[in-house]
């Protein structure tokens, strides 16, 4: 089927990639735009730079139909989509501050292109008020933007299942009008099959944050839990499952910490925006980092403790090192920053990430060579080939629930 708009997608990464894929699948004219010449090139030659399952298949069909091209440059569109990278600044700053020159940067290279009765679309993981800088971003660019409808709509795929949560997923659409709203809700509901509910700009930033505040919060409390009863003397997960019982209790599980790119990030933009209000948020993130250093210093002292009985330093096989099971994604990740920090302190470490095939400063072994050489075992990762190891004879610390039988 033919849709009569074209649409341009800037940034064509882990988002912005699969819904330019989907879109010209869906029958629009799609032109994506990245700064990154290769990644251009390849999609062009119908192929794909990430990983993601599916996706070769989309972009390969859409690109053969002649419905998408990729360029570094944006092309005259009724649709714009941005969808770049929103990190937080690396500095000392102990409130991490959100990095919106992608975004901004996005804004002004499509300025040139922008006309009247236009969507613009912000896809970008975003604080509240950002789909206002990019219509600013506009206005200074010398864009009349009277008649252009802004949007958000934030994206909520699971990498590993992105091509069918883009279509499968309900989406939350906010305009800075409530005509933008109705016209950004119509353009999703021809490729979207999950409900498209309709609210503010403001309202539809805020979602997107406090959904991933609310699992971050969650799993504070688990680590927290899992502090609490190392003290005591009590079995976290036997506590937990035994807690789990009561009908309205849903305890998740503890961890070494928090990572990746979002949920370990997005509640900073919530407290970023305020920090004097956004207690509970602020203490869950510190709660969840902490638990990262408490893991460290767990296994340091049980690897002095082994030096002291044995005579001899021990080796410590490092069991995953991806931000969450059965991925190869190291970004933001705890089970890394363990690894990384008990190397940096000269202890001997074994890395075991089945996901990975090589990694620069950490030793990578086969989970065999990992379990037959280490003295202490530590389960960073519930990756499915760890459940159901035999580590007799072994120091075993459990960090994520690997070896409950249970
Ligand atoms: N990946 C996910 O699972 C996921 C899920 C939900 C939300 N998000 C959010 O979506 C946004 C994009 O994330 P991603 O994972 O796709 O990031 P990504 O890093 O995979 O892709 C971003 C792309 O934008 C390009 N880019 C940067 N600046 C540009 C510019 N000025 N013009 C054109 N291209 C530019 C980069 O080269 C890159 O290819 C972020 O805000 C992220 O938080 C991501």
Same mark, same amino acid.
């Given at each position: 089927m033919?849709?009569?708009?074209?649409?341009?997608?800037i940034?064509?990464?882990?988002?912005?990639?699969?819904t330019?894929?989907?879109?010209?699948?869906?029958?629009?004219s799609?032109h994506?735009v990245d700064?990154n010449?290769?990644a251009?090139?390849?999609i062009n030659?119908? $192929?794909?730079h990430?990983?993601?399952?599916d996706?070769?298949t989309?972009?390969?069909?859409?690109v053969?139909?002649g419905?998408?091209?990729?360029?570094?440059?944006?092309?005259?569109?009724?649709?714009f989509?941005?969808c770049?990278?929103?990190?937080?600044v690396?500095?000392?700053?102990?409130?991490?501050?959100?990095?919106l020159?992608?975004?901004?940067?996005?804004?002004?290279?499509?300025a040139?292109?922008?006309?009247?009765?236009?969507?613009?679309?912000?896809e970008?993981?975003?604080p509240?008020?950002?789909t206002? +800088?990019?219509r600013?971003?506009l206005i200074?660019?010398?864009?009349?933007v009277s008649?252009?409808?802004?949007?958000?709509?934030p994206?909520?795929?699971?990498?590993?299942?992105?091509m069918i949560?883009?279509?499968?997923?309900d989406?939350v659409?906010?305009g800075?009008?409530?005509?933008?709203?109705e016209?950004?809700?119509?353009?999703?509901?021809?490729?979207?099959?999950?409900?498209v509910l309709?609210?503010?700009?403001r309202?539809?930033?805020?979602c997107?944050?406090?959904?991933n505040?609310?699992?971050?919060?969650s799993?504070?409390f688990?680590?927290?839990?899992?502090i609490?009863?190392?003290?005591?003397g009590?079995?976290v997960?036997? +506590?937990?499952?035994?807690?789990n019982?009561h009908?309205r209790?849903?305890i998740?599980?503890?961890?070494c910490?928090?990572?990746?790119?979002?949920?370990?990030?997005?509640?900073?933009?919530i407290?970023a925006k305020?920090p004097?209000?956004?207690?509970?948020?602020?203490?869950?993130?510190e709660?969840?980092?902490?638990k990262n250093?408490w893991v460290i210093?767990?296994v340091k002292?049980?690897?002095l403790?082994f030096q002291?009985e044995?005579g001899?330093?021990?080796?410590?096989?490092?069991?995953?090192?991806?931000?969450?099971?059965?991925?190869?994604d190291?970004r933001?990740?705890?089970a890394l920053?363990?690894?990384?920090?008990l190397?940096?302190?000269k202890f001997d470490?074994?890395?075991?990430?089945?996901n990975?095939?090589s990694?620069e400063?950490? $030793?990578?072994?086969s989970?065999a060579?990992? +379990?037959?050489d280490?003295?202490i075992v530590?389960?960073l990762?519930?990756?499915?080939?760890?459940?159901?190891l035999?580590?007799?004879?072994?120091v075993v610390?459990?960090y994520?629930g690997?070896?409950i039988?249970a």
């Open positions: 033919q849709q009569d708009k074209k649409v341009c997608v940034g064509l990464g882990y988002i912005g990639l699969p330019a894929a989907l879109l010209a699948n869906t029958g629009y799609v994506g700064v010449q290769h251009v090139d390849v030659q119908g $192929k794909i990430i990983v993601e399952p996706l070769d989309f972009v390969h069909s859409a053969a139909s419905r998408l091209r990729a360029g570094t440059v944006p092309a005259p569109a009724d649709v989509m941005i770049v990278p929103t990190p937080f690396h500095d000392d700053n102990p409130i991490p501050q959100p990095d020159s992608y975004v901004e940067a996005g804004a002004k290279v499509i040139p292109f922008v006309r009247p009765g236009n969507i613009i679309i912000l970008s993981t975003s509240v008020g950002t206002e +800088l990019v600013d971003t200074q660019c010398g864009v009349d008649s252009v409808h802004f949007s958000y709509c994206e909520r795929v699971l990498p590993g299942r992105i949560e883009l279509i499968e997923n989406r659409v906010g800075l009008s409530a005509v933008a709203t016209m950004t809700a119509a353009f999703y509901k021809t490729f979207v099959k999950g409900e309709k609210t503010d700009s309202t539809a930033e805020m997107k944050l406090v959904e505040s609310s699992r971050d919060v799993i504070a688990a680590n927290e839990l899992s609490l009863c190392d003290g005591l009590i079995d997960n036997a +506590l937990i499952r035994f807690a019982r009908p209790v849903n998740l599980q503890p961890g910490g928090v990572g990746g790119h979002c949920i370990a990030v997005d509640p900073w933009f407290v305020d004097k209000n956004a207690n509970l948020i602020r203490t869950a993130r709660v969840n980092n902490y250093r210093e767990k002292n049980a690897a403790k002291i044995n001899r330093a021990a080796c410590i096989a490092c069991m995953g090192l991806a931000f969450k099971p059965d991925i190869d190291l933001e990740s705890p920053a363990v690894a990384e920090a190397r940096d302190d470490v074994l890395a075991v990430e089945p990975i095939e990694f400063g950490l $030793k990578l072994v989970v060579d990992g +379990l037959r280490a003295d530590v389960f990762v519930k990756h499915r080939q760890f459940v159901s035999d580590t007799q004879g072994k610390l459990d994520c690997a070896t039988t």
